[in-house]
T-cell receptor
Framework: AQSVSQHNHHVILSEAASLELGCNYSYGGTVNLFWYVQYPGQHLQLLLKYFSGDPLVKGIKGFEAEFIKSKFSFNLRKPSVQWSDTAEYFCAFGNTGGFKTIFGAGTRLFVKA | DTAVSQTPKYLVTQMGNDKSIKCEQNLGHDTMYWYKQDSKKFLKIMFSYNNKELIINETVPNRFSPKSPDKAHLNLHINSLELGDSAVYFC???????????FGPGTRLTVL
């Protein structure tokens, strides 16, 4: 079955700490991979995406993610988090022609000032 | 200019009532979606439409009836509302299936 697993449900960090959020997907074909962010009280917006090419992708606000095909993983990283990064982060994958994007359960990140 | 808009933003109603949520996108996208986000923030796909045609219905009760009058609109009508329908409902659109999705601001539905 197609699924996305996010390893951490809640993460609490202090400002300037490094962040890594784990994401693994289950699908045998070619996928498009996404990280979306939902700031408190707001809608989801795209943080970064991978469709093809360089497996290390950079997104907004200093975030990056690495696609490791052999591990079916697409982990999100940021070297130094800020208080304003407090949000819910969703990993997702879609497959062209599938008309459905599968979302993970989300990771709630709280950054202490 | 808002890319994906939803109305209303908040909806409070009694059990058993019928309500509608409207969604419009001005991005020229072909595919539109409805998602339900529960209190634990879990995001679940409900429906997917492509060029006004229903593509995916994720075993949603038939009390929920989406309608797409044109490619830019995907409305959601809910009959006989139940307590368990309380959630935030997000509309989204994408240029093609599997592509980046653009989300609306959400409609917080509270059923009393």
């Amino acid at each position: 079955a197609q699924s996305v697993s996010q390893h951490n449900h809640h993460v609490i960090l202090s400002e300037a700490a490094s962040l890594e959020l784990g994401c693994n997907y289950s699908y045998g074909g070619t996928v498009n991979l996404f990280w979306y962010v939902q700031y408190p009280g707001q809608h989801l917006q795209l943080l970064l995406k991978y469709f093809s090419g360089d497996p290390l992708v950079k997104g907004i606000k200093g975030f990056e993610a690495e696609f490791i095909k052999s591990k079916f993983s697409f982990n999100l990283r940021k070297p130094s988090v800020q208080w304003s990064d407090t949000a819910e982060y969703f990993c997702a994958f879609g497959n062209t022609g599938g008309f459905k994007t599968i979302f993970g359960a989300g990771t709630r990140l709280f950054v202490k000032a | 200019d808002t890319a994906v808009s939803q109305t209303p933003k908040y909806l409070v109603t009694q059990m058993g009532n019928d309500k509608s949520i409207k969604c419009e996108q001005n991005l020229g996208h072909d595919t539109m979606y409805w998602y339900k986000q529960d209190s634990k923030k879990f995001l679940k796909i409900m429906f997917s439409y492509n060029n006004k045609e229903l593509i995916i219905n994720e075993t949603v009760p038939n009390r929920f009836s989406p309608k797409s009058p044109d490619k830019a609109h995907l409305n959601l009508h809910i009959n006989s509302l139940e307590l368990g329908d309380s959630a935030v409902y997000f509309c989204a659109s994408s240029q093609a299936s599997g592509d980046t999705q653009y989300f609306g601001p959400g409609t917080r539905l509270t059923v009393l």
